[in-house]
T-cell receptor, first 113, second 111 residues
Framework: RKEVEQDPGPFNVPEGATVAFNCTYSNSASQSFFWYRQDCRKEPKLLMSVYSSGNEDGRFTAQLNRASQYISLLIRDSKLSDSATYLCVVTFLLGGATNKLIFGTGTLLAVQP | DAGITQSPRHKVTETGTPVTLRCHQTENHRYMYWYRQDPGHGLRLIHYSYGVKDTDKGEVSDGYSVSRSKTEDFLLTLESATSSQTSVYFC??????????FGEGSRLTVL
């Protein structure tokens, strides 16, 4: 089993739709969680951190479910500009002060006009 | 702008030649990383650094070496490039909050 798993998609949704992605992780000691967005042939960019209580940034909502070991990203009122690959990142402590960061392979979102 | 630049941005080279990619940051962050990204594999860690002259291997370090003689520069070297090292290479820095910021990437083709 991969340490971090995502549905690769693609998720094809119409403009204005609500879409949600999940990312599961295998290490119960995982500490920090993030969602990144990557446009085609560009670098990944931080979209949002994921906090235990859940957090919202405009149309984006991120949630963490430690019991079931997954994080989710909800996008409301999808825009064409939301089309991208969404990567989840999970970190856990290796030992001392060293963190290990594991990236999912990403979920491709295509918002259709 | 995260203050991180990579060079060269594109390079085509031949099998067996040495290649060095440079990552430069202006943020004075302690942690720096080199990743490669390939279809179907996502981002995989090659090497990372947690300070000047302090480096460690990632999950795909074979065939790569790194050096960090200054806080701002992290170099990735392919001593003898192979076609399997054709990839997009991303450098990243990590801030105090644990968030990663990436350079724009270096696209390497080994013929």
């Amino acid at each position: 089993r991969k340490e971090v798993e995502q549905d690769p998609g693609p998720f094809n949704v119409p403009e204005g739709a609500t879409v949600a992605f999940n990312c599961t992780y295998s290490n119960s000691a995982s500490q920090s969680f993030f969602w990144y967005r990557q446009d085609c042939r560009k670098e990944p960019k931080l979209l949002m951190s994921v906090y235990s209580s859940g957090n919202e940034d405009g149309r984006f909502t991120a949630q963490l479910n430690r019991a079931s070991q997954y994080i989710s990203l909800l996008i409301r009122d999808s825009k064409l500009s939301d089309s991208a690959t969404y990567l989840c990142v999970v970190t856990f402590l290796l030992g001392g002060a060293t963190n290990k960061l594991i990236f999912g392979t990403g979920t491709l979102l295509a918002v259709q006009p | 702008d995260a203050g991180i630049t990579q060079s060269p941005r594109h390079k085509v080279t031949e099998t067996g030649t040495p290649v060095t990619l440079r990552c430069h940051q202006t943020e004075n962050h302690r942690y720096m990383y080199w990743y490669r990204q390939d279809p179907g594999h996502g981002l995989r860690l090659i090497h990372y650094s947690y300070g000047v002259k302090d480096t460690d291997k990632g999950e795909v370090s074979d065939g790569y070496s790194v050096s960090r003689s200054k806080t701002e520069d992290f170099l990735l070297t392919l001593e003898s490039a192979t076609s399997s090292q054709t990839s997009v290479y991303f450098c990243a820095i990590r801030d105090i909050a644990g968030e990663l910021f990436f350079g724009e990437g270096s696209r390497l083709t080994v013929l």
